[in-house]
């Protein structure tokens, strides 16, 4: 069982940043990939970036690129995204996930709003 935990949402207007944390409790995640996705209203829930267990390979989607930058701490069980350089088409309810064996754990979701 994984308990992820997402923050740092909230309402930034267009250009500007915000940096979203996840807190893995109950079990470490640093041996697996955790991804974050989104999901705007009325859209299906859609990858944003994942970062490998050493943080060191790392992968997003192309409407992210050269913007957002997955990180994370292994001794703080987290995993950080952030996100520059804001457009309101980013807005949205971003979640943590990571799949253990054949289940996947997701947190309960941050709000970002981007206003233009």
């Known amino acids: 069982q994984v308990q992820l935990v997402e923050s740092g949402g909230g309402l930034v207007q267009a250009g500007g940043s915000l940096r979203l944390s996840c807190v893995a409790s109950s079990r470490t995640v640093s041996g697996y990939t955790v991804k974050w996705f989104r999901q705007a209203p009325g859209k299906e829930r859609g990858f944003v970036a994942a970062?490998?267990?050493?943080?060191?390979?790392?992968n997003y989607a192309d409407s992210v690129k050269g913007r957002f930058t997955c990180s994370r701490d292994n001794r703080k069980n987290t995993v950080y995204l952030q996100m520059n350089t804001l457009k309101p088409e980013d807005t949205a309810v971003y979640y943590c996930?990571?799949?253990?064996?054949?289940?996947?754990?997701w947190g309960q979701g941050t709000q970002v709003t981007v206003s233009s």
């Open positions: 996930n990571v799949r253990v064996g054949a289940v996947d754990y």
């Open positions: 970062s490998n267990w050493s943080g060191l390979s790392t």
